[in-house]
């Protein structure tokens, strides 16, 4: 939901409450429950997708078997500082 939120705020520039529920609701609907969710801030979920680029720009995964190297970054718009050309 962080990531959600940073994405709203960040790429869309759609301002989101710094605060979350999930809804639980059973199948007959005869329960429903707001559980609350602590979200990060967004500099720490900036840091943590800069983080997981990272790790996935780190891949050393073969893409087909003509053994050509796996690069996420060729299907990925989002200018991190870790494309790969």
């Known amino acids: 939901m962080s990531i959600y939120r940073w ?8 301002e989101i409450e710094d605060r979350a529920w999930v809804l639980a609701i059973s199948q007959s609907n005869n329960y429903i429950d707001e559980i609350p969710v602590e979200l990060l801030s967004q500099d720490a979920t900036h840091d ?6 990272f790790a996935i720009a780190q891949n050393q995964k073969v893409d087909c ?3 050509v190297k796996y690069n996420p970054c060729l299907y990925c718009q ?3 500082g870790h494309r790969k050309k």
């Open 7 to 14: 994405i709203f705020t960040t790429v869309l520039g759609i």
């Open 48 to 53: 943590y997708i800069e983080n997981k680029l």
């Open 65 to 67: 078997k003509e053994g």
């Open 78 to 80: 989002y200018n991190c």
